[in-house]
């Protein structure tokens, strides 16, 4: 865990822990550092939900998949994001979704009853952990709302230009980077790529955004 000790302090679940702290308290979690190569399964749907995950390096992505096995893509994480503790503290038995490794990437998994449970020792940094765990699941589910309230415009145009609209807030310019390619950002909206694509070449010929790969500047 060492070669990955800025990430663990910057993460939001230890915020207001020292540093010198953190190895005690990881020790005391029975924290556990796992490798897993792009496009493998980290927690897959159906999987109990008792473990909570955080991204120490690549990146992974939560995704929900339909009857017909359409997929939508829930969110996407990077160093220092949290997954699965939503579901590991709702009480639900299993996952009723999959996390999956969108590139080649460490994480650092934990018990989620080490989190709520004193244990033996009496560490007092449970309860700090339980604060900081409510701020992240309160701006989570802000998030959510916003990604319902994007998705829930009528047209692929109106999707895609809410979300832009938002990521321009969000960084506080005209000119961004979003975290998808094209087909991630299609399943993130729930619209056919070549729709999307489509509209993305219309807005282009328009004058309203200019786009690179997965940089955009609005117009």
């Keep these: 865990m060492r070669n990955f000790i800025n ?3 910057e993460c939001p679940l230890f915020q207001g822990i020292k540093e010198e702290e953190l190895s005690a308290i990881l020790g005391c979690l029975g924290a556990r550092r796992l490798f897993f190569d792009k496009g493998r399964y980290i927690f897959s749907e159906g999987d109990p939900a008792k473990q909570i995950g955080i991204v120490l390096s690549g990146s992974v992505q939560v995704s929900r998949d339909d009857y017909y096995g359409n997929r939508t893509l829930m969110s996407r ?4 994001d949290l997954f699965g503790e939503s579901f590991a503290f709702a009480g639900v038995e299993t996952l009723p979704v999959s996390v999956t490794a969108s590139a080649a990437c ?3 998994l934990i018990d989620s009853s080490r989190i709520i449970s004193p244990c033996s020792n009496a560490c007092g940094f ?3 952990l339980i604060f900081n765990l409510l701020q992240i699941m309160a701006r989570k589910n802000l998030g959510f709302h916003q ?4 998705t829930s415009k009528r047209t692929t145009r109106e999707k895609l230009m809410a979300y832009l609209l938002a990521q321009a807030k969000m960084h506080q310019s005209d000119s961004f980077e979003i975290p998808f390619d094209r087909q991630t950002l299609a399943d993130y909206l729930e619209v056919d790529r070549s729709g999307l694509s489509a509209e993305i070449s219309k807005l282009r010929k328009e004058g ?3 786009c690179y ?6 117009r």
């Design 126 to 128: 449970h309860t700090k």
């Design 77 to 80: 994480l990077e160093p220092g």
């Design 7 to 9: 990430i663990i302090k």
């Design 106 to 108: 460490d994480v650092m």
């Design 213 to 218: 790969r997965n940089k955009f500047t609005l």
């Design 147 to 150: 990604k319902i309230e994007i």
């Design 208 to 210: 309203v955004l200019e």
